[in-house]
């Protein structure tokens, strides 16, 4: 008798994602033409916090400006006010019935929250577990291993760096979904540095202790210079030890990397710089920024995004290749590890913050980063759709290396490496790139 297959945790943190989903369509109904409601308090005794408006606007971009206006306007907003004359007006212009109308907008809210809860259920209860066998480790220390794709492999040595917000699986996710996997039946030799769960040593690293301790000293594990590739944050951690370590570098491939992080959304980055104040006491107390509160933090860079994918999934045949890769990528993404209070601080005020690699004024041990004194080949791929390293972004530290080929890639942040069209959208010209070496 097979056994039922054990619930999901995800998407974390869920009550978040639910309420954002129905503060959507609360948002949605309050700018439909009716009557004021009356004021629960007098105009004399503005309220202490009015409710938070979440922006009607899915794009990152959008959403430092999208916050409301509410002057005196409270229990409305004056925007929201506009946007209901806007739409009484074009009501008013085609004959149409306020009260018809809102019908048809719960109608509509209603539909999309019973797709949502359908999602959520599917993803929760479906079947598949990711079954890969584990590749052999070459070198450890701490919580970190480095493992090996190709035993006694004569290829080229490529050695990827995850980030350290999420497991480092996500580079070999699923059957016909590893990009380490794929690369190594292409005749090379990929390495993968696992950061693994950050202990007690691991939870009083910097960004010096990961890069110019742990990583180097992997590298130093390793005969002879190798090829050095970082996704996302993993980038930044690779550009840093490849200019400091050049006899151990001779070539670097920065995948979804960011660098000028208020290229187009200064606002938003800085908003987020804003919660690190909040966020001190959880750190306090465990020395780490917990998995929650990075996955809320994601969750802010596109507030309705994780919503709409579980109502896209709600409508996939749960046997279909499609929802099999929806919820590997969805147990990896809920899978995550929480982030060195050291390191949660430097992100998030010297990068997200003050925009500190951008502006030069990036320093690990003692040094500043810089894209220019890198004097190695480069690839850099610039993912199009890109919600959490926008193009903008990457394309500044492409700009600023001196021996670089700029790939343009028509994916997303994630499905770059690991969704269905990833295979075209990166690995080929990925591997094209380190034949050329």
């Not at 070198?139 to 497991?167: F, H, I, K």
């Not at 210079?225 to 030890?241: D, E, K, N």
């Not at 809920?334 to 992100?347: F, I, K, M, T």
């Not at 004194?373 to 759709?385: D, E, G, H, V």
Request: proline residues 11%.
């Amino acid at each position: 008798m097979t056994a039922a297959p054990k619930p999901r945790r995800g998407p974390r943190p869920l009550p978040l994602h639910l309420m954002l989903a129905a503060s959507r369509g609360s948002l949605a109904l309050a700018q439909l033409p009716q009557a004021e409601p009356t004021p629960l308090v007098p105009p004399s005794a503005p309220p202490l916090a009015p409710p938070l408006a979440l922006p009607t606007a899915r794009t990152p971009a959008a959403w430092p400006s999208a916050w409301p206006n509410w002057n005196a306007g409270w229990p409305r907003s004056s925007c929201g006010r506009q946007e209901a004359g806007r739409i009484a007006a074009a009501l008013a212009a085609g004959g149409h019935q306020p009260e018809q109308f809102r019908a048809a907008v719960l109608r509509r809210l209603l539909r999309e929250d019973r797709a949502l809860l359908r999602g959520l259920a599917a993803y929760r209860t479906h079947p598949h577990e990711r079954r890969l066998p584990e590749p052999p480790v070459i070198w450890a220390e701490g919580g970190s291993r480095l493992l090996d794709y190709a035993p006694g492999g004569s290829g080229p040595v490529l050695l990827l760096v995850p980030s350290l917000v999420n497991r480092a699986q996500v580079l070999d996710l699923d059957e016909g979904a590893s990009l380490l996997r794929w690369l190594a039946a292409q005749g090379l030799r990929p390495l993968l540095l696992d950061w693994g769960w950050p202990g007690p040593e691991e939870r009083r690293f910097d960004l010096t202790a990961y890069v110019a301790g742990r990583l180097e000293r992997a590298l130093m594990a390793l005969p002879g210079p190798v090829v050095l590739a970082g996704y996302c944050m993993g980038g930044l951690l690779a550009l840093a030890a490849a200019q400091r370590r050049p006899d151990r570098v001779r070539a670097l491939a920065l995948l979804a990397t960011p660098w000028d992080f208020h290229a187009e959304s200064p606002g938003q980055a800085r908003a987020l710089a804003g919660l690190l104040p909040l966020l001190e006491a959880a750190m306090q107390v465990t020395g780490a920024l917990p998995v929650e509160a990075l996955q809320m933090l994601f969750a802010l860079l596109d507030p309705f995004g994780v919503a709409e994918k579980f109502r896209r999934f709600a409508r996939l045949p749960a046997a279909s290749p499609a929802a099999r890769r929806f919820v590997v990528l969805e147990d990896w993404l809920n899978d995550g590890v929480p982030l060195a209070a050291p390191v949660a601080r430097e992100v998030l005020g010297g990068w997200y913050g003050a925009n500190a690699p951008a502006r030069g004024a990036w320093r690990l041990a003692g040094q500043v980063v810089n894209p220019a004194a890198l004097a190695m080949p480069s690839f850099c791929a610039i993912p199009s759709r890109d919600r959490i390293v926008p193009p903008a972004s990457a394309a500044a530290l492409a700009a600023g290396l001196r021996q670089v080929m700029v790939h343009r890639a028509a994916a997303g942040h994630i499905g770059m490496v690991a969704g269905q069209g990833a295979e075209a959208a990166l690995w080929r010209p990925l591997r094209d790139w380190l034949r050329q070496l």
